[in-house]
């Protein structure tokens, strides 16, 4: 019961369809286990009742909210919302990101709507939730903050803006955790490498148009750590870490969970960029 009495508002605990599960859906399971109280926010208000639905099976306390990540408005309304019902809010978790569903490219294939698309999804709506989570925080003079962001950050990867996006975030966490460490907030973001997620798997089954069998056998083959691919609750259990008394003094992070994916950057004669 490592979060025992803690509320948390998980932005993303919805999943894109497919097979498996998703980060924010294990998140969500993970923290609930552990003694949390969830507010799950998706702009799937279906996909985030589904995940409602799972961790009250499983005995925890959550329920949804309806929230778009590109509008400020609905952010702000879900932090409030949340506070309203507990009176504090102990963990924020932002599980959003786009890449080649939301037209991400090579330069030159690049085109403004979709940096515009990426930049609203992976990087305003992250600073839209802290803008208006981090006043209740402060007074409260605690709180947790957790980002997700990818190895696509550190690594040579094509696809513009999604590695932008993602960089850029990391350097948003630290400047969150800086500056409001006197409050008794921390901030620190997980790098997740080559998952198998539906968000992940389903994009390149459909582009590439072999089976999900094939593409999840070429990604298992560049994963170092036993040559197999990690999954939602590699992520769920780092975040649940980062969220727990046990990192009570660890702020502004980029903990990579890539099964070493970050190490064997470069030596892959023929590497192929499908991560997260």
């Not at 968000?199 to 070429?218: D, W």
Request: charged fraction near 20%; glycine fraction near 10%.
């Amino acid at each position: 019961m490592r979060l025992e009495g803690k509320t948390a508002i998980i932005i993303g605990a919805g999943q894109s369809p497919g097979e498996g599960m998703g980060n924010g859906r294990a998140t969500a399971l993970r923290f609930a286990q552990e003694g949390a109280r969830i507010m799950a926010v998706d702009r799937n208000l279906e996909s985030a009742e589904e995940t409602v639905a799972v961790v009250k099976k499983a005995g925890g306390d959550c329920f949804a909210f309806e929230a778009d990540v590109t509008k400020e408005a609905t952010l702000a309304a879900a932090i409030a919302a949340g506070h309203k019902r507990w009176g504090h809010i102990d963990i924020l978790h932002y599980n959003v990101g786009v890449s080649l569903a939301g037209g991400d490219a090579p330069l030159l294939n690049f085109t403004e709507e979709a940096f515009d698309h990426l930049c609203a999804v992976n990087l305003r709506g992250v600073i839209m939730a802290c803008k208006h989570v981090i006043p209740i925080m402060r007074q409260q003079r605690s709180g947790a903050i957790i980002m997700i962001s990818s190895l696509a950050a550190l690594e040579n990867y094509p696809y513009v803006g999604y590695k932008a996006t993602k960089a850029a975030m990391i350097a948003f966490m630290q400047q969150v955790a800086i500056h409001n460490a006197e409050f008794g907030i921390r901030a620190n973001a997980i790098l997740p490498g080559l998952m198998e997620t539906p968000m992940a798997i389903e994009p390149r089954v459909r582009a590439s148009g072999k089976s999900h069998q094939e593409v999840v056998a070429e990604r298992n083959t560049r994963v170092p750590l036993r040559h197999k691919m990690g999954t939602a609750w590699d992520v769920a259990n780092a975040a649940l870490f980062l969220a727990s008394d046990e990192a009570n003094f660890i702020t502004g992070v980029p903990l990579l969970v890539d099964g070493g994916g970050a190490i064997n950057i470069g030596t892959h004669p023929n590497p192929t960029y499908q991560h997260q």
